[in-house]
């Protein structure tokens, strides 16, 4: 075996060093400047210096391990690519770690300007138990459903705000589990998926409280976007958004206040019903906002969410809804509506994938109809629905923030802090707001389906200021929850290479008939389908 060169082998001695250390301005120099350099790890693929960066400013240090084998194989010459003459190498090391397990790393040096950096690099980590990022407890069952079923086969996981008997509601918060005690009942949205057929994967995380639309954790760390390395995830149905994109699950119970289904689903590819509000009944779910508060499921694909919808809000299947909504065994009308104002809030590279798919579907062999209609102020509808909602917040947590002061994070801490401070006079002003806005919305999707992109573009990096991107994207998820209306986010636009929904409303009561009608606009829209050029 060929002996590593010296100066090669003190820079890989270095780079471990800072690993080790999580020297961040060590690792940034030991890789190669410029947009081509290259690190994957089983989460994806880093491209360019600045996303690796990025991402290194958010991981912090690798557990203590030791180098157990290093390889060295010579490449080629950067100018002559006939020669070996140490100018580009190949270097894979195994590493122990002194926790138990073993990683393997694989890097492609190359001699730059005199000095030996990474050029391209993969690492495969220690094997994991679970990702506690994404789990809170996991299990292959965590709970076993019944053996048959329309859910048969399915698993589910069950964002952590939901009662299963035994087991504590943690509501993405160490202090709060730590003082919970162990639920006598199982909430009845988590029975009806396991009488249905389903299994419980496990339980999943969920931003503090639910009070979030990012998808991180303070105290649990940002679980992985599964369609867009280094991106947040979307929240806070992050974790069974993330675990259903990652294939550990095929159905996410989650909850939406604000957007919280059609968020991650809108980041990460998914589908995601955000049901009609009170159809679902939420004995069993911690609450955030009752007046907007309402249950759904994350999916990949439409035909896995029509089989739970089909079953979970149906008479005979579940034994939570207490009448069949006759709406949703109609078919919706083939007309859209496009609210000018929501649009207004995407930005620009997605209003114009979203006006080629409309553009798209018009030319199609079954053309829908599409109009341009109007919403109103969305600012202050926003701010009417985050008063009323800050204030149900905190009749709800209040008591327990004054007694936990410093138990959660930061920015949970200031909107919590904000809510506090909500006069009586307040929410009664901003409830009176509200009323109109939700008639009118109802009145535009009476006889026709608003169409728009759910967020306004791809999931923000991690290390991004997501301020002005979360004031926009609640401007355009809080619409639906301020009139209690059935959405759908649906994964059929691309911008910048990453997944964004496009989110579909309809009336009350027709969440049923509102899956069975993304489907099939899903079907006309994909590539390649008949009569469609896009």
């Known amino acids: 075996m060929t002996d590593i060169p010296t100066d090669l082998r003190d820079a890989f001695d270095a780079y471990e060093r800072a690993i080790v250390a999580n020297d961040l301005d060590a690792l940034d120099a030991f890789f190669a400047p410029g947009p081509d350099t290259l690190r994957g790890d089983t ?17 912090g240090g690798v557990p203590p391990r030791e180098i157990a084998e290093v390889h060295y194989r010579p490449l080629a010459s950067a100018t002559d690519g006939d020669s070996t003459d140490g100018d580009v190498a190949l270097l894979m090391s195994v ?17 730059i300007d005199g000095r030996w950096l990474i050029a391209a690099a993969h690492v495969t980590p220690r094997t994991p138990a679970l990702d506690r990022t994404i789990w809170r407890s996991v299990g292959d069952p965590f709970l076993q459903g019944a053996w048959e079923g329309p859910l048969e086969g399915l698993t589910v996981a069950v964002k952590d705000l939901f009662a299963i008997a035994g087991f504590r509601i943690g509501a993405g918060n160490p202090t709060f589990l730590e003082e919970a005690r162990p639920e006598k009942a199982t909430a ?64 996410g119970l989650a909850t939406d206040t604000a957007g919280s289904i059609r968020v991650p689903a809108s980041y990460q590819g998914l589908w995601g019903l955000r049901t009609t509000h009170d159809l679902v009944p939420r004995q069993g779910m911690l609450p955030l906002a009752q007046s907007f508060d309402t ?22 299947g579940s034994a939570s809804t207490e009448n069949v909504y ?28 979203f006006s080629r798919l409309l553009a798209a579907l018009a030319a199609s062999d079954d053309p829908p109809s599409f109009r341009a209609v109007h919403t109103g102020d969305l600012d202050a509808a926003f701010t009417a629905f985050r008063t009323v909602q800050g204030a149900e917040a905190w009749r709800n947590d209040g008591e327990w923030m ?39 919305l109802a009145e535009l999707v009476d006889g026709s389906v608003l169409i728009f992109p759910t967020v306004p573009g791809p999931a923000p990096q991690r ?60 079907a006309l829209a994909a590539p390649g389908a008949e009569g469609v050029s896009r």
Do not use: K
């Open 43 to 59: 989460a994806g693929l880093l491209v360019g210096h600045e996303a690796i960066s990025g991402f290194r400013s958010l991981r």
């Open 95 to 111: 590493s122990q770690f002194r926790g138990g397990g073993r990683g393997l790393q694989t890097q492609v040096w190359q001699r």
């Open 188 to 251: 009845p949205a988590v029975a009806d998926l396991l009488r249905g057929g389903a299994s419980l994967r496990g339980i999943a995380r969920t931003d503090e409280f639910a009070y979030s639309i990012a998808g991180d954790n303070a105290h649990y760390g940002t679980p992985p976007n599964g369609a867009v390395v280094g991106a947040l995830p979307g929240g806070s149905s992050s974790g069974p958004a993330s675990a259903v994109a990652l294939g550990h699950a095929d159905i």
């Open 295 to 316: 249950i759904g499921w994350l999916t990949r694909d439409g035909d896995t969410l029509q089989r739970v919808a089909d079953w979970c809000l149906s008479y005979d």
């Open 326 to 353: 006759g709406a949703s065994g109609d078919d919706l009308p083939w007309r859209f509506v496009v609210p000018e104002e929501i649009l207004d809030c995407a930005a620009a590279p997605t209003r114009e994938a």
């Open 402 to 440: 004054r007694a936990h002061p410093g138990a959660v994070g930061p920015a949970v801490a200031e909107r919590f802090r904000l809510a506090a401070q909500i006069t009586a006079a307040d929410e009664r002003a901003a409830r009176d707001e509200l009323d109109p806005i939700a008639a009118h």
């Open 463 to 522: 290390t991004a200021d997501i301020d002005g991107v979360r004031a926009a994207t609640l401007r355009m998820t809080a619409p639906a929850a301020i009139a209690g209306l059935p959405a759908i986010s649906v994964p059929l636009l691309t911008v910048s290479g990453a997944p964004v929904g496009v989110c579909l409303v309809s009336r009350a009561g027709t969440d049923i008939a509102l899956v069975r009608l993304a489907r099939r606009l899903a």
